[in-house]
C-alpha cells in the first residue's frame, strides 16, 4: 500500500521532504512505525514519536487506509 | 477565538475575544521570545505548525477546560514562522466570573497547549540551531 | 509601575510596563465589574483609596513577590471612582523568564491586593447599595 | 491630645466626615479603638477595623502622636 507521510520538525529533516511516499507493507500504524525506524534510524534517537492520521494522534494498533492523511509527530514545542 | 497567525500578535484583540459581559475575570498568558537560552544568545526563532491538527488541538484543550471550569470566554492564538528575541509567540486569555478559576484555566490550557499541540519551534544561535525538544 | 488612576485602566500599557527582554512570560489578570452580585443587577460600584497608603501597600506586595521569584517586571494599575459594568477596575501584570512563575506571582499580588491594600467597593444596584464586605 | 481620624468607606458614613477631629484620652492606638468603638458602636459590628498610623497598619500598642496621620481602615474590597 502507497502511503504519503506529512513531516514536521526535526522528523522532515530526517525523512527529507514534506511529504514522503513509502510503500507500506503491513497496515497498522505499528507497522508503518517498524518501517519508518528501520528505513530512518535517526527517527529512534527522538525523545518521541507520534503518528498522526487524519489530524488525530493514533495509537500502534490503528489501521491505515491508503486514503489516510498520515503525519508524523516529533516531540512538540510551540508555546 | 483559536487562531495559528504569521502575523505579529495583537493582545489586546485576543483578551477582547476572551472577555464577557459575565465575567469578573480575565487572566492572560503572553508566551514571548527569550533573548537566551541556556546561556547561549538566541538570534531568532522559527515556529512550524500542522496548523488543521493543532487548531483542532486546541479546540480540544478548550472543551476539556470549559467540562473543569466556568469559562465565560477564551482566545488562543499562536504565531508561526520567523520570530526575533522579544516578539510574541503565544497568547492564551481565559475570562471566568471568579479569579482563581481564570488563572487556573488559562494556566491549564498553555500547560497542555505545551504538550499536545503539534508546534515545532528550532531555535537559531549564533553558531547552529537546534529543534527545541526533539532530542533527550 | 504602581498606579491608582480615576481615567479607564489601558491593559496594554500595564502589560508594556510589566514586559522585560529577558521574560520569556507574562502572566496578565484583569478584574472587571460584573453585571451582578449574589443575584443582583449592579448598575455601577464606586471604589475608593486611601490613596498614599496604597500605593505603599502595593510596594510591599511586590517587594514580597520579589523575593520570591525572579520577576524581570511588573504593572499594577487600579481604578478609583465611578465604574460601569464591564469596564477594568484592576491590572496585574507581572514577567519571569519562566512560565510557572508568572501565574504563580501574578495570583500573589491580586490575591494580596484583595487582602491588605487599603481600597474600598461600594455596589449601587436598583434598590440600594453596600461597602462590599463590611459586614458579615 | 487632639488628633484627627481619616475616615474611609463604610468607616466614613459611621464617624460621619472625611476627617473627624477627636480628643483622645489615652495614648496608644487600642486606646483611640476603645474611645472610638464607644463614641460610634456602628464600628463594632464591622468584620474589620484596623487603624493605620503615618501610612501603616498599626496594632493596637503603638503610641500616637499628635501630628500623626491616622486613618481607619474598614474592611478593604479592591481589586
Known sequence: MNVKIKTFGISRDILGGREVAIDLSGTSVGDLRKQLNSQFPELIKLNSLFIAVNLEYASDEVLIQEKDEIALIPPVSGG | ?136
Not at chain 2, 469578573?24 to 537566551?36: D, E, L, P, S, Y
Not at chain 2, 484555566?105 to 549564533?126: G, M, N
Open chain 2, 1 to 136: 477565538m483559536i487562531a495559528l497567525t504569521h502575523k505579529p500578535i495583537e493582545v489586546q484583540k485576543v483578551i477582547q475575544a476572551a472577555t464577557a459581559d459575565a465575567a469578573g475575570a480575565v487572566t492572560t498568558f503572553i508566551g514571548t521570545v527569550r533573548n537566551q537560552t541556556a546561556g547561549k544568545n538566541v538570534v531568532r526563532l522559527e515556529y512550524e505548525a500542522y496548523e488543521p491538527m493543532a487548531v483542532s488541538e486546541i479546540q480540544k484543550i478548550i472543551a476539556q477546560a470549559r467540562e473543569r471550569w466556568a469559562l465565560t470566554g477564551w482566545a488562543v492564538e499562536h504565531r508561526t514562522g520567523v520570530l526575533l528575541p522579544g516578539e510574541i509567540a503565544v497568547v492564551v486569555s481565559v475570562s471566568t466570573p471568579h479569579r482563581k478559576d481564570s488563572f487556573t484555566a488559562c494556566q491549564y490550557v498553555i500547560d497542555q497547549l505545551k504538550e499536545t499541540v503539534p508546534i515545532w519551534k528550532r531555535e537559531f544561535f549564533d553558531d547552529g540551531d537546534q529543534w527545541v525538544s526533539a532530542h533527550p
